[in-house]
């Protein structure tokens, strides 16, 4: 059963960093060569950001959670991590993504090892395709922080797999 995500957030700040990017990427093209040559060397900084840029368009769509008989399966860019139903606990929580530690972070697309100062956890590992309003699930001595489409409907359906709720 594929379990729809949440729609892709992010803060404003990160667009403005983005555009930022691509702007300054686009200067070269605008100094004077003093031998008077005009090479291609002057849109790499801007063929380059614009690749980069189209590789974060396309990792969202690589981002799934799916449930299986016995496990949910959290897919991204890099793989697949499968998380057991048996001893798994999951709630809602209010806090949301710190400091990126490590791993990926663009508009629509989180993975790898976050900062996150709530419901007694010190990080979290992402597979979220916003930084608020996610759930935690801890599985394999791991926290978690995923982001489905329905968090109550998630919840409940894990919790009829077998998952424990823990009440915040």
Same mark, same amino acid.
């Given at each position: 059963?594929?379990?729809?995500?949440? &729609?892709?957030?992010?803060? /404003?700040?990160?667009?403005?960093? @983005?555009?930022? /990017?691509? +702007? $300054?990427? +686009? #200067?070269? #093209?605008? #100094?004077?060569?003093?031998?008077?040559? *005009?090479?291609?060397?002057?849109?790499? %900084?801007?063929?380059? $950001?614009?690749?980069?840029?189209?590789?974060?368009?396309?990792?969202? &769509?690589?981002? !799934?959670? /799916?449930?299986? %008989?016995?496990?949910?399966?959290?897919?991204?860019? $890099?793989?697949?991590?499968?998380? %057991?139903?048996?001893?798994?606990?999951?709630?809602?929580?209010?806090?949301? @993504?710190?400091? =990126?530690?490590?791993?990926?972070?663009?508009?629509?697309?989180?993975?790898?090892?976050?900062?996150?100062? /709530?419901?007694?956890? =010190?990080?979290?590992?992402?597979?979220?395709?916003? $930084?608020?309003?996610?759930?935690?699930?801890?599985?394999?001595? =791991?926290?978690?922080?995923?982001?489905? *489409?329905?968090?109550?409907?998630?919840?409940?359906?894990?919790?009829?797999?077998? !998952?424990? #709720? =823990?009440?915040?």
């Amino acid at each position: 059963m594929n379990v729809p995500l949440a &729609r892709a957030g992010a803060p /404003a700040s990160m667009w403005w960093v @983005l555009g930022l /990017a691509v +702007a $300054t990427s +686009a #200067i070269p #093209i605008f #100094i004077p060569d003093p031998h008077g040559e *005009a090479g291609l060397w002057r849109f790499f %900084p801007l063929v380059l $950001t614009a690749g980069l840029l189209a590789l974060g368009v396309m990792l969202p &769509r690589r981002l !799934a959670y /799916a449930l299986e %008989p016995d496990a949910l399966v959290v897919s991204h860019m $890099t793989g697949q991590t499968r998380l %057991p139903l048996n001893g798994m606990t999951v709630w809602r929580t209010a806090g949301h @993504l710190g400091l =990126k530690m490590g791993g990926t972070g663009l508009p629509g697309y989180y993975t790898g090892n976050y900062l996150f100062h /709530a419901d007694g956890l =010190k990080n979290v590992l992402a597979a979220s395709s916003a $930084t608020r309003g996610g759930v935690i699930v801890q599985a394999n001595a =791991k926290a978690y922080f995923l982001t489905p *489409a329905d968090p109550e409907a998630f919840v409940a359906e894990l919790a009829q797999r077998g !998952a424990v #709720i =823990k009440e915040n």
